[in-house]
């Protein structure tokens, strides 16, 4: 295919294959709305809608900021990490990828505003001048939180847009749409693919990929000491960083392959989303995996090590309390499934490896609703033990915030180019 | 000025190393980055890097100061036995400054060497630009450039 016809091809991409958007369109509204009212619900109401109680006074609102944010990571992984270690197969999708960053955050982002009770003091986090003498807490993990997310988020948003800069333009001269063209034009800040642009372009992203790819380790273990620096049995260990960093990797690699194996069937994109970019995402999630299942061996294994009173009855707790069905899924979602994997014919098998990814996302979900519930609901005072339950709007705003992720994704795949044109034709070119 | 247009990168590359020994290079506009054009024309985007390590100092400082000052100095208060320099989790917070303002510099200082927004080049008045279907490649130059084997040329107000 020809520069000019690709150029052609992905501009248009999104108008040719409107209405496979337009249909999801429905959905995505529907739970949108669910969120929204959800929403509304809570602010009408407060925090008593959701099923949070004392002792277990973290619920839904963390375990799915953590999630969110997890599933994030594989973004910038794609886009900053293997531009750095030079890894072009990594150009048809490193976009999608990004764009699932920015989407997975925003929704991230919605749990510590909403889980706040009164959201519009969210601001309270960062020091700004006031006349109370008021600076926010340094020391806590909440804090640094909010500065690694807002950092993060800032990021990839900056990150995302300059690498599109120049994929506007090519949508600017090739759209025949009027409105379009000024459009993209207003967007691509007049670039003009002079030679002094490129060359600054392709520093300004190489120092950006930079930036970015210490931030997928840094945000997911700050994130971590939310819960590593709380003195509880089950929280309080040194490996939460690198065992929350390689499960945000593998649940975010398990949300690409999901993206990826429906978008190339729907908008017939083989030749761009080949097999070697599922195999190299498969491996992955395998390499991730792996990592992940030895760091639920090292926790079970210090624990019996360390023969500690607390910590030993979280375990035990994990294993054949309350909880234990949803312990064991998670452990088969997490551990047992991804095995099929080692084998080649099934790693192929596009079926298989949706179904795969499918269970590693629940897997992961389930592996923070874990984390975050048995250790709450008993700790260490006989009194403070209490199960838990989320309620009707815990649910919905969870399954709505799917609906906005979606809504995202669909205006990122109908109005922009979403395979990296530039790219694919440097690789071309190469 | 006049524009050339070419379908091969090889061809165009050739031209705008005579135009450039000629000293009547203007311009080259590219559907790629070229690493010969980034050595052809002495290009190095000193800038972007300039307000990437202004950026990530100021960072470092920012965060430095809006946690030191307070906890140190202002209000020195005991809070449970923690030491009111508690650089470790500072530390963390410095890292995260460092790298928004370091992203943020390098972006403006980007921003800044290309004068961007430019809606008013020239050559965005030639339709062949923006078809391109006669060629991706435009050199442009102050005078004729003799012996060129661009497939077209054009006279550029």
């Known amino acids: 295919m020809s520069s000019l016809s690709l150029d052609t091809r992905l501009t248009e991409l999104g108008y040719e294959r409107r209405w496979t958007l337009y249909k ?207 003195k509880l049995p089950g929280w309080h260990s040194p490996f939460f960083p690198p065992y929350f960093v390689s499960g945000a990797i593998y649940s975010g690699f398990a949300m690409v392959i999901v993206i990826l194996l429906w978008l190339r069937k729907e908008f017939s994109l083989e030749d761009l989303i080949t097999d070697l970019h599922l195999e190299k995402c498969a491996r992955y999630l395998m390499i991730s995996g792996t990592f992940l299942c030895y760091c639920y061996a090292l926790e079970f294994f210090t624990v019996w090590l360390g023969q500690e009173h607390y910590e030993m009855k979280n375990i035990k707790h994990e294993f054949m309390g309350p909880k234990a069905v949803l312990f064991w899924l998670m452990i088969f979602c997490n551990v047992v499934s991804m095995q099929v994997l080692w084998v080649k014919k099934w790693r192929k098998n596009h079926k298989i490896l949706f179904a795969v990814s499918l269970c590693v996302l629940l897997g992961m979900w389930l592996e923070r609703y874990v984390i975050v519930v048995t250790t709450l609901s008993d700790t260490f005072l006989p009194a403070m033990k209490a199960g838990y339950r989320g309620t009707r709007w815990d649910w919905a705003i969870l399954v709505g915030t799917f609906g906005v992720f979606a809504f995202g994704m669909i205006c990122v795949l109908r109005f922009l180019p979403f395979i990296p044109i530039s790219e694919i034709k440097e690789e071309r070119h190469k | 000025m006049r524009v050339y247009q070419f379908r091969e990168f090889g061809p165009f590359l050739e031209a705008s190393r005579t135009a450039v020994k000629e000293k009547i290079l203007a311009d080259v506009h590219t559907p790629i980055h070229h690493h010969e054009l980034d050595e052809l024309l002495h290009l190095k985007p000193k800038a972007v890097n300039r307000g990437y390590y202004i950026g990530g100092i100021l960072g470092i400082l920012t965060g430095a100061l809006i946690t030191i000052i307070p906890n140190v100095f202002t209000f020195r208060i005991n809070v449970g036995g923690r030491p009111l320099f508690s650089w470790p989790a500072f530390a963390i917070l410095m890292f995260e400054l460092m790298v928004l303002f370091a992203a943020v510099g390098s972006i403006m200082a980007f921003l800044f060497s290309q004068k961007y927004p430019r809606y008013d080049r020239a050559i965005f008045a030639l339709p062949e630009y923006h078809d391109k279907d006669k060629g991706e490649y435009f050199l442009v130059t102050t005078e004729d450039l003799r012996g060129s084997s661009a497939l077209h040329s054009y006279r550029l107000s």
């Open chain 1, 24 to 230: 999801l369109l429905v959905p995505v509204f529907f739970l949108m709305s669910m969120f929204l009212f959800a929403t509304f619900i809570l602010l009408k109401t407060g925090i008593g809608v959701w099923g949070v109680n004392i002792p277990v006074a973290w619920g839904f609102a963390i375990i799915n900021f953590v999630w969110w944010v997890g599933i994030g990571h594989a973004g910038t992984f794609i886009s900053a990490i293997l531009l750095l270690m030079r890894q072009d197969w990594r150009n048809s999708i490193n976009r999608l990828a990004e764009s699932m960053t920015l989407f997975a955050v925003a929704c991230a982002g919605l749990f510590p505003l909403l889980h706040l009770g009164r959201p519009w003091y969210f601001y309270w986090l960062l020091p700004y001048p006031n006349d109370m003498n008021l600076f926010p807490q340094y020391r806590s993990p909440l804090v640094w939180d909010a500065f690694a997310v807002m950092t993060y988020a800032s990021v990839s948003l900056l990150f995302w847009y300059i690498g599109l800069i120049p994929d506007l333009a090519a949508a600017r001269d090739k759209t025949k749409s009027k409105i379009k063209s000024v459009i993209f034009g207003i967007m691509s800040l007049g670039w003009s693919g002079t030679a002094s642009e490129w060359a600054g372009w392709k520093r300004l992203t190489w120092l950006l990929a930079l930036l970015a790819t210490p931030l997928v380790i840094s945000v997911h273990s700050i994130v971590s000491l939310d819960f590593a620096v709380a």
